[in-house]
């Protein structure tokens, strides 16, 4: 008895409960032609084998597998450098850790709406201090998330880094 009979066997034991439901697969099994039956051992044959080969590929431009072969090296400058392959879990995980920062930063200046007093010039603006007690209750990552938004030109402060206490009176002017 192969294992696939055995496995067949112990699933038919644990699946069915009754009888009849056992007789309405069988039915079911009846309409299923004898070649598709065959093809999905192929099929995962065929397809094992892809990957296989997917993943060897993959191997000799990856630069940390033990394989020694010669790799595909960027040089500095050129197309490609300092950057994940097209379409890999590391572009698809870069994107969506982009597009998660983004949020962060479109709350942060939601919340400086929020409690920020209009100035005369219409630039919404609010101190450190207040803005930090408001806004750590909901993230620890205020001073990460300020610096994102200034480099993309969305507020502006005065100084590198802002911090805890000794800069509570810093205004922070909202750009959009």
């Known amino acids: 008895m192969s294992l696939l009979d055995h496995l067949s066997e112990h699933h038919l034991l644990v699946k069915y409960t009754t009888k009849n439901e056992m007789e309405e697969e069988t039915r079911d099994e009846g309409n299923i032609r ?17 990957w296989a080969n997917n ?37 698809q995980r870069g994107h969506s850790a982009h597009a998660h920062l983004e949020k962060e930063v479109d709350e942060l200046c939601m919340i400086i709406k929020s409690i920020g007093e209009a100035g005369g010039d219409g630039q919404t603006r609010v101190a450190f201090g207040p803005l930090f007690e408001r806004y750590v209750p909901i993230s620890n990552k205020l001073v990460g998330v300020l610096l994102r938004a200034r ?14 206490r000794r800069d509570d009176d810093v205004i922070i002017t909202l750009l959009e």
Do not use: A
């Not at 039956?37 to 065929?46: A, D, E, M, R, Y």
């Not at 197309?79 to 379409?87: A, D, F, K, L, M």
């Open 34 to 50: 004898k070649e598709d039956q065959c093809n999905t051992v192929k099929g995962l044959k065929k397809n094992w084998q892809k």
């Open 55 to 91: 993943h060897s590929e993959y191997q000799k431009h990856n630069p940390f597998s033990n394989n020694r072969t010669v790799t595909v090296q960027f040089q500095k400058g050129e197309e490609g450098y300092g950057r994940p392959r097209e379409g890999s879990r590391t572009q």
């Open 151 to 164: 480099k993309h030109g969305r507020i502006s402060f005065e100084g590198e880094m802002l911090w805890q």
